[in-house]
């Protein structure tokens, strides 16, 4: 007969353990209910001491199976609880470090205001550097256009050339006909003139022979004309 408020913590509490244990197994708990357990346990324990009577006595069997069963998981229990310790010493440190972040000394605000500069400057300078990339890529692409209407050009001029050329030939030879043709008709002109000076030498004698036969006869009939009208009649 239980007639402490110890006794009755402890048997309600062992048969609660009791309970929790059979309807789920230790493995698939969480740390907080690992912790808890361990925490119900170690009290039955303390509570066992303290009471020390012989109704608490058939407990001591179970309180050690529940002491064991909780002695394999409790270095996991240590270790998660040391994560989660750690877990709050590291967010502790980032607090700290953000603090140390938010009032930089001055020397640290020169350091990063030149790291800045610098890093500005470097991207000006990437910049610049892309800029004179495609200013030289536009210049490229512009000379190889000029490069091929060039050698375009060269190509129909020296096909021009070449027509030219041709043409030259055709007039050359057109030339040296009409240069002969002229030859031709200075030789001609040369022989019919000299043939005309010899008639007109030769028409002289002719010329003065007429011109006295025509002034002959201008004479006679001046005589004549005289005379008739002149001489009396018979």
């Known amino acids: 007969m239980l007639t402490t408020t110890d006794e009755?913590?402890?048997?309600?509490?062992?048969?609660?353990?009791?309970?929790?244990?059979?309807?789920?197994?230790?493995?698939?708990?969480?740390a907080s209910e690992k912790r808890k357990f361990a925490t119900y346990v170690k009290y039955l324990a303390t509570l066992q001491a303290k009471t020390r009577s012989s109704n608490t006595l058939p407990y001591?069997?179970?309180i050690d199976q529940l002491t064991r069963a909780v002695a394999i998981h409790t270095m996991h229990v240590d270790v998660e609880k040391g994560v989660a310790e750690a877990k709050l010493v590291k967010k502790k440190h980032l607090e700290e470090l953000k603090q140390l972040e938010a009032s930089d000394p001055e020397w640290l605000l020169e350091l990063k205001k030149q790291d800045e500069q610098a890093a500005l400057e470097e991207a000006i300078r990437k910049k610049e550097t892309s800029n004179i990339e495609h200013v030289l890529q536009h210049h490229r692409q512009m000379h190889d256009e000029l490069t091929t209407d060039l050698g375009r050009m060269a190509k129909q001029l020296k096909l021009n050339s070449q027509a030219?050329?041709?043409?030259?030939?055709?007039?050359d030879i057109v030339l040296k006909e009409a240069q002969?043709?002229?030859?031709?008709n200075l030789h001609t002109?040369?022989?019919?003139?000299?043939?005309l000076d010899e008639h007109y030498s030769k028409s002289w004698g002719?010329?003065?022979?007429t011109m006295g036969v025509v002034l002959f006869v201008c004479i006679m009939f001046l005589l004549v004309f005289f005379t008739i009208k002149f001489l009396p009649k018979a």
Do not use: Y
């Open 60 to 62: 001591s069997s179970r």
């Open 164 to 171: 030219f050329g041709d043409t030259l030939s055709k007039d």
């Open 206 to 209: 002719t010329s003065f022979m």
């Open 189 to 195: 002109m040369a022989r019919e003139r000299k043939r």
């Open 180 to 184: 002969e043709a002229v030859e031709n």
């Open 8 to 30: 009755i913590n402890i048997h309600r509490l062992l048969t609660s353990c009791e309970n929790k244990l059979k309807q789920q197994p230790i493995d698939i708990w969480t």
